[in-house]
């Protein structure tokens, strides 16, 4: 047996010039990701349809639940266009609602073929009666239904009850592909779904200091890049050794900088790893004022020391929304293990606030970070994480 699922697209569907290329990039995403599982992805009317063997159901719902581009799915019966046919299913699909509690229900009909003989309303009224009078104990309840009954008349009829969401946003890929600075913080895992669901593939890049930094911090990060693996189908994450940038910085750097200094070195860093890896764009998790490195003046002087668009997805977003958002996409858990990234070591306790633009990138320089920094990317390690958990979907 097969089943079948109906993508709802959303915002491409508005694109106008590009939307065939939109659409192409969304349908080479959904097979990418089922890859090595019998499907078939079909485009009609402005929807996608995919059909899997039943037991890849588990799969298919992981991938559409996460792949950018999808506004939304269901699995869904695909039938004539023949009132006997829906009644048949319609009362099909109901019993099973009731089976599992729904007391009350309505019918919604959409029809975009015009030439079929009743409109939604006659359909929605038909349907409605004769679910009604063939599923014992439910009502119907237009305005707090616990069941929907849903039907589209297109170029098939399509029955289905439950509808869910998708991630929304634009296809993986359709806006290049970014760096993510991903640390083990709350903040830039939810900066990386962000550039995820506007199209931005991802790359993910962490400076790890062993042994400042423990093992558990770096497996802490792996699993982050697991969860924004699932929707961007995939990731690279490149760890960076930074002990040595770390050490240098305590050493060399005024106290009250060092923390801005690690930031502009990262900065340096990441910089070197797009140009070799020909990425377009940085994506970082900063938030104006969380954090004295954060301020606007320290902001221009880390990003001075890289040309790349520095994409700061949260910049604006208050830290308890950025919590909800990591609630929902599965990271705060894995966030909020007690493995601290930065180590108190390095972090001074009255940090500059306003750093002056040209006398801060004088002092920078006159340290002279360049070599340390490369050796650094020179020895980076590159872990894949799959876009679907290895062994626990079929
Ligand atoms: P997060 O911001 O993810 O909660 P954090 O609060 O520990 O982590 P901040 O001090 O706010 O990090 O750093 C700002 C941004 O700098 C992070 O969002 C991240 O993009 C980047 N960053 C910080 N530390 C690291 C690191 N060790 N490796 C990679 N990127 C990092
Ligand atoms: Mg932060």
New binding site residues.
């Given amino acids: 047996m097969n089943a079948l699922y109906l993508i709802k697209l959303g915002e491409i569907s508005l694109k106008d010039g590009n939307r065939a290329e939109f659409l192409q990039k969304l349908k080479w995403d959904i097979k990418r990701r089922m890859a090595g599982i019998e499907n078939v992805v079909e485009a009609k009317d402005g929807r996608y349809y995919l059909t899997v063997p039943e037991e890849s159901c588990p799969r298919a719902e992981f991938v559409l639940s996460r792949t950018p581009g999808v506004n939304g799915w269901a699995r869904a019966i695909r039938t004539e266009k023949d009132m006997d046919e829906l009644s048949r299913i319609g009362i099909e699909l109901m019993k099973g609602k009731a089976a599992s509690g729904a007391s009350s229900f309505k019918v919604e009909a959409r029809r975009s073929d015009k030439g079929f003989p009743l409109e939604s309303y006659d359909i929605m009224r038909e349907l409605g009666a004769v679910i009604l009078e063939n599923v014992p104990g439910i009502r119907v309840d237009v305005r707090n239904p616990e069941a929907i009954v849903y039907v589209e008349i297109r170029e098939k009829a399509y029955l289905y009850t439950d509808g869910e969401p998708g991630v929304r946003g634009l296809p993986v890929g359709s806006g290049g592909t970014g760096l993510?600075?991903?640390?083990?913080?709350?903040?830039?895992?939810v900066?990386g779904y962000r550039m995820l669901t506007r199209g931005l593939a991802l790359e993910s890049?962490?400076?790890?200091?062993y042994p400042y930094?423990s093992k558990e911090a770096w497996e802490k990060?792996r699993d982050l890049a697991g969860i924004l693996a699932g929707y961007g189908g995939g990731m690279s994450l490149h760890t960076a050794p930074?002990t040595e940038v770390q050490l240098k910085i305590k050493k060399d750097a005024p106290a009250d900088r060092t923390?801005l200094y690690l930031?502009a070195c990262?900065m340096l860093a990441a910089d070197m790893v797009a140009r070799r890896r020909n990425l377009n764009a940085l994506?970082?998790?900063?938030?104006l004022g969380?954090?004295a490195?954060?301020t606007a003046e320290n902001m221009r002087f880390t990003g001075s020391f890289t040309d790349y668009a520095i994409l700061r997805p949260?910049a604006g977003t208050d830290k308890e929304d950025t919590v909800l958002e990591a609630r929902a996409i599965g990271s705060y858990d894995i966030?909020i293990r007690p493995y601290e990234?930065?180590c108190v070591l390095f972090s001074p306790r009255h940090p500059l606030l306003k750093a002056r633009y040209e006398e801060e990138r004088c002092a920078f320089k006159s340290l002279g970070f360049d070599q340390v920094v490369s050796e650094a990317v020179e020895a980076l390690e590159t872990t894949q994480m799959p876009c679907v958990p290895a062994l626990t979907l079929p």
């Fill in positions: 993510l600075l991903l640390s083990g913080g709350i903040d830039s895992p900066a890049l962490y400076f790890h200091a930094t990060v930074f923390t930031r990262m994506v970082t998790g900063e938030s969380q954090v490195s954060q949260l966030s990234d930065c």
